[in-house]
């Protein structure tokens, strides 16, 4: 074990951030920490590394282990460039190879012992640069770079001149070539293009150490993560497997819990409508069973009601009107930058109804390309056509659909004045802002926030053919589902440009991928594009047997197993209805039995009947046995009602 976290507990003012939070990172092993923004992620990870103090709790970091930590913000120097920042992680073997040099040019004027003395120094240096790795550190950095997205004309560039995204790229490379024991990384995959995520992704994969990721890129945690620790309203549960493991276990743990719920609750109602019924026979026994049922229901450990997470952001997606079939033409675009050409001879042509993802490098004018179609951006050359119908909803990964200056509340009534408060209120408490939430300005929400502005805003427009632009940056996991369902429930057209696999896989018709400035078409999701770009021409012949499956009728065990189960709920349903007659007809008769034990009653209580001796005799007989028998009945209905 290489890491143990012990009772981890936060809170910030009054409110409990993480609270008794336990778990441990093995030798080696890659683990990945999930939840939603503002679980409490990085605050752990704060601890962890010791930038933060934990209110309770002990973390503990093995004897003579060495840990190196990626915040989203990685810190560089910005007096160097970028090869002379990542070089200085391997001072010490820079500074060896300067003192082999300085062996080798002193050896060339000694003589004698003192040549001797050198050249057994000269011997002790250059093992130690080589056991240092210290021939390969050179070519490793330039791998690292270029892994990064890095050319080598950028190699000299200050780091001083660079975005906030590739600093963070640059603390990344220094990360990844100090190597340590154990690697933290939070948002690594956030300013990485697919290339530099899939590079990254096997270099970790290889990676000796232990390391503890931060994410909310889905395909990356299924790559990488062989753990992952969930973090739930500041409790911490750990599941085994990748990203794809948890999701499902999570889903059968929710399931679970909610069945088990249910099943209490219904066990609770009947409980309480047959302790109902047996007061209302109103007879000293079924009181007294009553009031013995009740006691056991008052102990009885009553289950939480599961969370349903989703259930309090909705996202429906209606287009106002139905398109023509033809949604758009595109023919010959071509778009170039300062004479930096981004793509030429661009033609692809969308349908009604089609899910289409663009994809490509970091810069090949992807985000140009969609401006273009939004007309947002002349083309160079070329043209296209809407199809007849088209409403375009546009969602600018930048937000400019958003006035920094309004509210939330001003956002949304401006544009859309026909709505009341009330329903502008419940759009955007749908989106997660309630109470005074609505009152904040845009300019003060955080980049997930007005993700989530600009999604609200998205629903009410009532487009058929949405052009999204990385709509699932800055957002959750959580939100991402939402949104995946949203679209997948989307009667409309969608034409997107995202990185995100995952939203890829489980959203795409069809990829398009910009490269060396064309469109490349690919029928299917991610997983489809990385099998056909990747294999051999000899793979691309149909499998062997791929229509065994139909004819050979693997498919009549499952219309067995059907078969059966409606059998099964036949049965059980004759059975319920069994029941049920059967309690009717007790309850009949106890009502019969009541109504004629009423009738002795008011007779043997009459003073006119007191003369009629015998007739009272026999009368109190009947009264006997039908007392005993309506208190049968009443224990025949109870075994009957468990």
Request: aromatic share 8%; with cysteine.
């Amino acid at each position: 074990m290489i890491l143990s976290c012990q009772g981890i507990s936060k809170a910030f003012s009054e409110t409990k951030v993480l609270e008794n939070v336990s778990f441990h990172i093995e030798d080696g092993e890659k683990a990945a920490i999930v939840g939603i923004n503002g679980a409490g992620k990085t605050t752990l990870l704060r601890i962890l590394v010791g930038q933060l103090q934990a209110d309770a709790g002990t973390v503990t970091l093995s004897r003579g282990r060495t840990l190196g930590y990626l915040a989203q913000d990685g810190a560089v120097d910005t007096a160097r460039t970028i090869y002379e920042e990542l070089l200085s992680v391997k001072q010490n073997l820079v500074d060896l190879e300067e003192r082999i040099r300085a062996c080798e040019a002193a050896m060339q004027t000694q003589t004698g012992d003192a040549l001797d003395a050198l050249m057994r120094r000269y011997a002790d240096l250059t093992h130690a640069f080589e056991t240092g790795d210290g021939y390969a550190y050179r070519s490793e950095l330039v791998g690292v770079l270029k892994g990064l997205g890095f050319s080598e004309e950028d190699f000299g560039r200050s780091v001083s001149t660079l975005s906030g995204g590739q600093k963070t790229r640059v603390a990344l490379g220094k990360l990844l070539l100090q190597k340590p024991d154990l690697i933290i990384l939070d948002e690594p995959t956030n300013h990485l293009d697919m290339r530099s995520i899939a590079w990254l992704e096997v270099w970790l994969a290889n990676y000796r150490g232990a390391v503890v990721i931060v994410s909310h890129d889905r395909y990356f945690l299924d790559r990488i993560a062989a753990k992952v620790i969930e973090i739930d309203q500041t409790k911490a549960i750990t599941f085994s497997g990748n990203y794809s493991d948890y999701a499902a276990k999570k889903e059968q743990l929710r399931a679970a819990a909610l069945s088990a719920y249910m099943n209490q609750q219904r066990e609770i109602r009947h409980q309480e409508e047959v302790i109902d019924k047996l007061r209302s026979f109103n007879r000293e026994k079924s009181i007294k069973r009553a009031e013995s049922r009740e006691k056991m229901l008052e102990k009885t450990d009553r289950l939480e009601k599961p969370v349903e997470t989703k259930a309090d952001m909705k996202l429906t997606l209606t287009p106002r009107c139905q398109s023509g079939k033809d949604v758009l033409s595109v023919e010959g675009l071509a778009k170039s930058f300062d004479g930096n050409l981004l793509f030429e001879n661009v033609a692809f042509e969308l349908k009604r109804g089609e899910h289409v993802a663009i994809i490509g490098d970091n810069g090949t004018g992807k985000t140009t390309l969609l401006r273009i179609l939004n007309r947002l951006l002349p083309p160079d050359a070329g043209r296209f056509r809407l199809g007849a119908n088209v409403e375009i909803g546009y969602y600018d990964q930048e937000h400019h659909v958003l006035h920094s200056e309004k509210t939330l509340f001003e956002e949304i009534s401006d544009d859309y004045p026909f709505l009341t408060n009330t329903q502008i209120r419940n759009v955007l408490a749908a989106f997660l802002f309630t109470g005074d939430d609505v009152f904040k300005r845009i300019s003060d929400l955080s980049g997930g926030e007005r993700g989530r502005v600009s999604l609200a805003k998205l629903m009410l427009g009532n487009a058929n053919f949405l052009i999204l632009d990385e709509p699932t940056n800055h957002l959750d996991i959580l939100s991402k589902e939402i949104l995946e369902d949203a679209l997948n429930n989307y009667e409309g057209t969608v034409l997107y440009v995202s990185h995100d696999r995952y939203f890829i896989n489980r959203t795409a018709h069809r990829i398009l991928d910009l490269t060396a400035h064309r469109l490349v078409n690919y029928i299917g999701n991610y997983d489809y594009y990385l099998e056909k770009r990747e294999e051999e021409p000899e793979t691309l012949k149909p499998r062997s047997g791929s229509g065994a499956f139909a004819a050979s009728g693997v498919s009549r065990p499952a219309e067995t197993d059907s078969k059966q189960d409606w059998k099964a709920r036949k049965e059980e349903q004759a059975k319920i209805r069994k029941k049920e007659n059967d309690l009717k007809k007790c309850e009949e008769k106890i009502a019969a039995l009541e109504a004629k034990l009423k009738e002795l009653e008011t007779f043997l209580t009459d003073p006119a009947n007191g003369t009629q001796a015998a007739k009272l005799q026999e009368l109190a007989k009947q009264q006997a046995d039908t007392s005993a028998q309506l208190e049968a009945l009443y224990e025949e209905w109870e075994s009957m009602a468990q």
